[in-house]
């Protein structure tokens, strides 16, 4: 059974990448266009904005690059760090647990996120497949060939 389930784990860890990119972009779709819904204050952020609008530019493309499963190291770390910091500036003060201080979905895209970082995007990642097409055009060009 264990080897089935190691032969399926980087499908899940790639579903698992899609799912989190697909969340974290839509909590910056919504603070950037109020799509699919409008944030928790019913307005989205102003352009340029400081960290509200960095925040949710950062979601929404890292989201999509998460997604996609191309940069998704960087983008996941990039990520991580933009969500202990809304961590830690605007839910620790609240109280000492997620649960107290309504922090839980930016705890857990930090550690979800942090997670990617040391996984990579898994297969169904379009870097994958990018990868591979370059690795097969340079396999092909013989020593003294033009390229």
């Avoid at 799912?19 to 909590?27: A, D, E, R, S």
């Avoid at 019913?42 to 340029?48: E, I, L, N, S, V």
């Avoid at 929404?60 to 997604?67: D, N, P, Y």
């Avoid at 922090?103 to 990617?116: E, R, T, V, Y």
């Amino acid at each position: 059974m264990l080897t089935s389930l190691d032969k399926a784990s980087p499908w899940a860890i790639g579903i698992f990448r899609i799912v989190v990119g697909f969340l974290f972009f839509c909590h910056g779709t919504s603070s950037l266009f109020a799509w699919p819904v409008a944030p928790y204050s019913g307005q989205t952020a102003d352009f340029g904005a400081w960290p509200s609008w960095w925040a949710a530019a950062i979601q929404f493309a890292g989201g999509i690059l998460i997604m996609l499963g191309v940069g998704t190291r960087a983008a996941a770390f990039i990520g991580s760090g933009s969500m202990a910091v809304a961590y830690f500036w605007k839910h620790q003060g609240d109280g000492l647990l997620p649960i107290q201080n309504d922090g839980d979905s930016a705890a857990l895209f930090c550690w979800a996120l942090l997670l990617l970082v040391f996984i990579g995007g898994g297969k169904l990642a379009l870097s994958s497949v990018l990868n591979r097409r370059t690795s097969t055009s340079s396999d092909s060009v013989r020593v003294g060939e033009p390229a």
